[in-house]
């Protein structure tokens, strides 16, 4: 496996890239160690360094310590956007740095733009802070109200299928629009962690998932206790795991366990999505790593029976994993079963629920993937459609 890449300092970039002289730096070090002042921020007060290339510099430090560039394209990147006084994303651009994790964000990005559902300028932001905190740029959008997260769900399932050639950029643009354009109260959020995992492996991250939200989608971390963390974290110029150990959120043996999964998760041994199971499964029953990946396999291997109709609407955004869990308990005292519940509980109008059964049954068939019936369903519930669902993979070509 290859060695982590965690111990790159700022310090280090900064200096290499040219941002900052070697002198400036070694005037800036005694006043950091004396004062108990992040070496970044001295710089900044000492106006050898603008705010704006230290947050580059820092999102920079955070990539190459994911290992989803290289310390020397870090530098080249850092350079350019000091010599031309561009954001990153357009030096990594510019540099031809390919990634699929700059792939998927630049990508969704340009749909949430043509949507109309933010702009320019606010993707640039919403970059940065995907690329330093190590969360995936629809979450960042969706915490920070810019988007519901309805609109980032179908952004994330409507950018997969157009890469699948399943829709064409017009309709994948129409899609978000068609959510953006609905009624709060006609969406149901997509907020069991469940289907934000599964959104994010439809639209390409299986190989590259960030160390945070390893953390967030395996419960291991709150979400506000994160983003507490994560700001602390670029403040202070101190990795995140440091920190979460730091503020009692995480143990030393809980990060070191979720570092090896990210590890393993970026050497292509662990899918993204079983590190998240084994992470949550080492949480909650004090079992060994090696252990929760063993019995993660053996899951995964029971897993390959059809799914119910209850597990299917939860994959397609329509249940919470709160909601189904609780359904699941009280199938057993009241001796019914877990799908009758939960179409009590979700209360869809007539109409829907046999349009999101004839939708399963196509699933269950193999001729729809849960991409594309979490898509239908999604804009059946936002009001756009309301043919049948025949017709409504007729407009598709399905």
Request: hydrophobic share 45%.
């Amino acid at each position: 496996m290859q060695k982590r890449a965690s111990q790159i300092l700022v310090g280090d970039l900064l200096v290499k890239s040219e941002l900052v002289s070697l002198p400036q730096l070694a005037d800036a070090m005694p006043v950091a160690l004396k004062t108990g002042v992040p070496v970044g921020r001295v710089l900044i007060a000492s106006a050898f360094l603008s705010e704006e290339k230290f947050k580059q510099a820092l999102s920079l430090q955070s990539l190459v310590r994911d290992r989803l560039i290289s310390e020397e394209d870090a530098v080249a990147a850092l350079r350019l956007v000091a010599s031309e006084s561009i954001d990153l994303n357009l030096a990594l651009s510019k540099l031809g740095i390919k990634s699929e994790f700059f792939d998927h964000a630049n990508k969704l990005g340009e749909i949430l733009i043509s949507a109309g559902a933010i702009d320019k300028t606010t993707l640039e932001q919403a970059l940065t802070a995907s690329y330093t905190t190590g969360l995936q740029l629809a979450r960042i959008l969706a915490l920070r109200g810019i988007v519901r997260e309805q609109t980032a769900f179908i952004a994330l399932i409507s950018q997969s299928l157009l890469r699948d050639h399943k829709l064409t950029r017009e309709q994948a643009v129409t899609a978000v629009q068609t959510v953006m354009a609905a009624k709060a109260d006609n969406c149901i959020s997509p907020n069991n962690k469940g289907v934000l995992i599964a959104a994010s492996m439809t639209a390409g991250l299986a190989s590259s998932m960030r160390l945070g939200e390893l953390l967030l989608l395996s419960g291991l971390v709150a979400q506000a206790d994160l983003l507490k963390a994560l700001e602390k974290g670029i403040s202070e110029e101190v990795p995140l795991g440091r920190i979460l150990v730091r503020m009692q959120l995480l143990t030393d043996v809980e990060l070191n366990q979720a570092l090896t999964l990210h590890d393993m998760i970026s050497a292509g041994t662990v899918a993204a999505q079983d590190a998240t199971y084994v992470l949550a499964s080492v949480k909650a029953s004090a079992v060994s790593l090696s252990k929760a990946l063993s019995q993660a396999e053996q899951q995964k291997n029971e897993n390959a029976r059809v799914i119910s109709f209850a597990e299917f609407l939860a994959v397609c955004g329509l249940l919470s994993k709160a909601d189904f869990n609780e359904c699941r308990k009280e199938a057993v005292t009241r001796d019914k079963s877990v799908d009758d519940l939960v179409e009590s509980k979700v209360q869809f109008e007539h109409s829907f629920t046999a349009f999101a059964k004839q939708t399963y049954f196509y699933f269950q068939s193999k001729r729809l993937n849960d991409e594309q019936c979490a898509f239908v369903l999604q804009l059946r519930l936002a009001g756009k459609k309301n043919e049948d669902l025949d017709e409504v993979l007729n407009t598709f070509k399905w």
